[in-house]
């Protein structure tokens, strides 16, 4: 038995794991717009959620299996047609109230990179957070990881050392209910890979045609 295990109840270990990610998470948030050698304590974050998700590791059959990523089922193959078809018209809706176009009117280097944020966001809340907390019941493990991923994103909002005259309000009631959505189709589908594909879709058309890096990510 594990140091992690001695410490922890066995029945309750895939739980704190998933906690514990999600504190990574936020930590690195907290931080990671800080301009002092604090920064660090965001890579730290990281490391952290990096370090808990790979003990549940045993092989890359347990990795896809954690994170969710079943691509082969009918169900996944048909909800993720949907999810592409979703994650466009939520980037366009977004594009409708918060810009002056429809679509990026052309696509930047960072159209490569945007989508990946997304992803990896997904593979993290809705992957191995929403997975390990299963046990705990749908409803709860659903809302665990959009309540996860919820103070993530108010966190690298809220610490951007600049006003972006963000409505946190609307933030905080948007992302937990789209993360809601995200989570039904990662449970309807048995994948993480439809929520990414909305994610990522959706950061395309939102972030793609940004010139420079949005401060946010990296302030």
């Known amino acids: 038995m594990t140091f992690f295990n001695r410490i922890i109840p066995t029945k309750y270990t895939a739980l704190s794991s998933a906690i514990l990610v999600i504190a990574g998470m936020c930590i690195f948030a907290l931080f990671i717009h800080v301009d002092s050698c604090l920064r660090i304590l965001s890579f730290a974050g990281l490391i952290l959620a990096a370090v808990i998700i790979s003990r549940s590791v ?45 679509l990026p009117p052309g696509l930047t280097n960072f159209a490569l990179i945007a989508p990946l944020i997304g992803i990896t966001e997904e593979l993290v809340f809705r992957g191995f957070v929403q997975s390990r907390s299963a046990s705990l019941g749908t409803l709860t493990s659903i809302l665990l990881a959009s309540s996860g991923h ?12 600049v006003d972006l005259s963000t409505n946190f309000t609307s933030l905080i009631i948007l992302t937990f209910t789209v993360g809601i959505v995200f989570g039904i189709m990662r449970e309807a589908s048995k994948s993480v890979i439809p929520p990414a594909l909305v994610h990522g879709i959706f950061d395309i058309i939102v972030y793609g045609g940004a010139t420079l890096v949005p401060v946010w990510i990296w302030g």
């Open 150 to 161: 919820t103070l993530y994103k108010y966190l690298v909002i809220r610490t951007v050392p």
């Open 58 to 102: 045993r092989d890359i059959k347990s990795l896809l299996a954690i994170l969710g990523i079943i691509p082969f089922m009918r169900k996944a193959i048909y909800y993720s047609m949907g999810g592409i078809i979703f994650g466009v018209l939520l980037g366009v809706l977004y594009n409708f109230i918060k810009a002056d176009y429809l």
